[in-house]
């Protein structure tokens, strides 16, 4: 590792089945590239294997605390936002129907805040890799074309393009699978390392026909870069700025704070639209119904209730 870093300037390294390695071992990784440069990115999936290292020596999940800046594939978040991959493909989640989610999911939305250590160790945000799809299992997409069959085209769109912002407005360091962004499918084929081009391509014709979809996560992109108190350094940082609303009957509702700015961050995993009340002020509307206004947004000063609409989430900002 030492060696591509130096000749290659390789800025991140994955580890794929992390946990089969031992945390000195993973430590060593972290100290030597360190010395390089700090900023490298180091990842990997903290999966318990069964191997002859004693559980407490394994670099899995659960023994995050011992593995300061080492970030792991943050599953658990993954399973509560669309279902388990593992469990079967008819598991529901939070944007499927499947209720008690709520706290779970903001939970790990704080990015290792008031985390349970007797599911994951982690301490810190940067030890976090929160996603919904990887290139293993079903896409988001098929997995919905499974578990809502009924839903339509439009009713789809909305619940992933949900579970696709749950992740990437979570404090942590956000993974978004390649195609993720235009509902990439697989045909409905789980895994398709011994499949065909035709299965595995990246099919642009589809993306010229989801440029809705991309522009709404290139803008939640933008919004994430553009505002610090979106991907705070710190559970410290996290527990000053960030405070969970609501978390129930499919709502979830949290706000950032500082001297200067205050967001409130609303999601609807109901088909219908939620009411919510706020303080009537000067607000921005930067994300609702599906769309992102950054450059233009519109003011909210006319009533002291925000609608959300279904499958959605809407974004509100002010200056203090």
Not at 178 to 207: P, V
Not at 231 to 251: C, F, G, N, P, T
Request: glycine share 6%.
């Amino acid at each position: 590792m030492k060696y591509w870093t130096k000749e290659y300037h390789i800025d991140g390294f994955r580890f794929d089945l992390m946990g089969i390695h031992d945390v000195d071992t993973m430590n060593a990784v972290r100290d030597t590239l360190d010395e390089i440069d700090p900023s490298i990115i180091v990842l990997g999936e903290g999966w318990n294997l069964n191997t002859n290292l004693p559980e407490d020596r394994r670099a899995t999940s659960i023994n995050a605390r011992q593995m300061p800046r080492i970030a792991h594939f943050n599953d658990a978040m993954r399973t509560a936002i669309k279902g388990s991959d593992m469990d079967g493909a008819f598991d529901t989640g939070f944007i499927s129907g499947k209720p008690f989610m709520e706290q779970w999911i903001a939970i790990n939305q704080q990015g290792g805040l008031f985390y349970p250590q007797d599911i994951a160790g982690y301490q810190q945000p940067d030890q976090m890799v929160q996603y919904v799809e990887a290139h293993d299992n079903h896409t988001l997409y098929d997995k919905l074309v499974i578990n809502m069959a009924h839903d339509d085209e439009r009713t789809r769109t909305r619940r992933h393009l949900l579970a696709s912002t749950l992740g990437l407005l979570a404090q942590g360091i956000p993974f978004v699978h390649a195609g993720q962004e235009f509902l990439r499918t697989k045909q409905g084929h789980e895994n398709t390392y011994n499949q065909s081009d035709e299965i595995n391509k990246m099919d642009w014709d589809r993306r010229d026909t989801k440029r809705k979809e991309v522009a709404y996560m290139q803008g939640l992109i933008r919004l994430r870069h553009s505002e610090p108190l979106f991907r705070m350094r710190s559970s410290e940082e996290i527990a000053k700025h960030m405070e969970v609303l609501q978390a129930d009957y499919y709502q979830i509702v949290w706000q950032l704070e500082n001297e200067t700015d205050l967001y409130y961050v609303f999601f609807n995993g109901n088909g219908d639209p939620r009411y919510f009340r706020i303080e009537e002020d000067n607000f921005e509307l930067l994300v609702h119904d599906c769309q992102v206004t950054l450059d233009n947004p519109r003011v909210w000063i006319d009533t002291d209730e925000i609608k959300v609409e279904g499958f959605s989430t809407t974004v509100l900002h002010k200056k203090k």
